[in-house]
């Protein structure tokens, strides 16, 4: 089982950063995917960008440029880094581990960005 734990979302103006985190705990294997996906209101849930163990990342085409997933091994915590927000960024974010069959998420923290 792994537990995840996001936080960071917020109320952001247009233009602005956010940092959202996600902490893993539990039975963390190596060789695992961590990653972002958001899911606004009446719209499917959508990948924002992953991470491999190794470091391999994959953007959305979207937010290549804005943002930037990165993670501590050490602290079992993964992070996006969201700049030049936009008001269609606004979604529920949600954390996501992988590994083999096994794929778990986190409870979603809200990102709003006003106009």
């Known amino acids: 089982q ?3 734990v996001e936080s960071g979302g917020g109320l952001v103006q247009a233009g602005g950063s956010l940092r959202l985190s996600c902490a893993a705990s539990g039975s963390i294997f190596s060789s695992n995917v961590m990653g972002w996906y958001r899911q606004a209101p009446g719209k499917q849930r959508e990948l924002v960008a992953t991470i491999t163990s190794g470091g391999s ?4 085409d979207s937010m290549k440029g804005r ?3 990165s993670r501590d091994h050490a602290k079992n915590t993964v992070y996006l880094q969201m700049n030049s927000l936009k008001p269609e960024d606004t979604a529920v974010y949600y954390c996501n581990y992988r590994w083999g069959l096994y794929n778990y998420w986190g409870q979603g923290t809200q990102v709003t960005v006003s106009s």
Do not use: K, S, W
Not at 57 to 60: G, P, Q, V, W
């Open 67 to 69: 943002f930037t997933i």
């Open 2 to 4: 792994v537990h995840l």
């Open 57 to 60: 990342t994959d953007y959305a």
